[in-house]
């Protein structure tokens, strides 16, 4: 897998990925922060807020802002973001008002919805090789599953040694440091965007998942990930300090069996994905996981026990490792069902579809939890994956072929 990264082109781009996420791994933990400095006792309402406004504007920016930066230099529009992300982040520890703290965190994730797309488009560019690019979609994988363990543990760090005001400086530097990564990559060169109308550039992502069957699956897969994720997203805290009465440090140690899950499968799969297409692959992930929360309503129903917790720590690890068999091949089909002229929009489209689902599964997955109890919850969210699941079988009945596009030669490279 390491040696993908023997790309100069990629190589940087993957090290701008990871400051980046450690950047945004300290901002999480200093906005919670702040959010108790501002607002006291009702920081958990500006954090759920600010969580609101982070999915609405993944959701509504992502698509309009492919459409209208599409004849932009993704270089010069990657770059841009990065840097308006570091302006928000070093502003962060001057504001005195709750409103402030949301326009910002607005702007913020409208530049990571801007970022994040155009990011991902690039990545089959720079590595048309479909194993060499299954192998870059397994470190991605990996990063996020190790930023989700680090970041913490950095912020404690230097929480230790400074006042949380300067966390929001460590993350603006993430960003500055990306952007001169990005600044110092060679990107390969595309040919000019043709001049197209823009609701015709809006919907392109859209009607390129219409008309693409596997694509149509994933949409589905994408509600199938966003019921568990978010099971354990809320719930995990609850679950193990509410219902199981055990200590603060089991709630880590529960995320991380879930990442080490995750990360399992990332570091196995490039050699799996070498002999096995796609879908069987993501179509067991897509069953596993309603298993996983049938299995969390069965654990949280019954009197708990030290036999109860391992078992529960074994069901996190296959919720994070099925949620990775799903997740991880699914940029192949993004980039083998559009052209160097759609990607953008594409990959901006998969973007917006699956944070609008956990749009639907994190409110429930709270509502449902706090009005019903886990068990009942888990159930409920494990019979919408079952459902999507089904979809998913339907609408992914046949794997499509290959788009003769995404199989043209590499283009020459560009220094601009």
Known sequence: MIEVLRNPSYRKLFSAQVVALIGTGLLTVALGLLAFDIA??????????????????????????AALTGRIPRKLLLISADVLRAGVAFSLPFVTEVWQVFVLIFVLQAASATFTPAFQAVIPDVLPDEK??????????LAYDLEALASPILAAILLGIMSYHRLFVGTAVGFVASAALVLATVFPRLRPAPQTPFFERLTRGVRVFRRTPELRGLLAMNLVVATSTAMVIVNT???VQGLLQRPQTDVALLLAAYGAGSMLVALALPKILDTLPD?????????????????????????????????????WCLLGASTSLILTPSARLLRRSSDEMSRPAVFAAQFS?????????????????SVLGLPTTAVILAAIGILA???????WHTPSPPSELAAQPSPSAETA
């Not at 579809?353 to 939890?369: E, N």
């Open 40 to 65: 006291g006792g009702d920081a958990g309402f500006v954090l759920g807020t600010a969580l609101t406004i982070k999915m609405l504007a993944y959701v509504g920016v992502a698509p309009i802002i």
């Open 132 to 141: 060499q690019y299954t192998r870059a979609l397994s470190l991605s994988r």
């Open 237 to 239: 805290v609850v679950l």
């Open 279 to 315: 879908r069987p692959i993501m179509l067991a992930g897509a069953t596993a996981l309603p298993i996983g929360l049938i299995a969390t309503a069965a654990l949280t129903a019954v009197p708990a026990t030290g036999y109860a917790w391992a078992a529960l720590l074994v069901v």
């Open 353 to 369: 579809f699956s944070h609008a689902c956990f749009i639907l599964t994190y409110p429930a997955a709270g509502i449902l939890g």
């Open 389 to 395: 699941g089904v979809a998913a079988r339907l609408a």
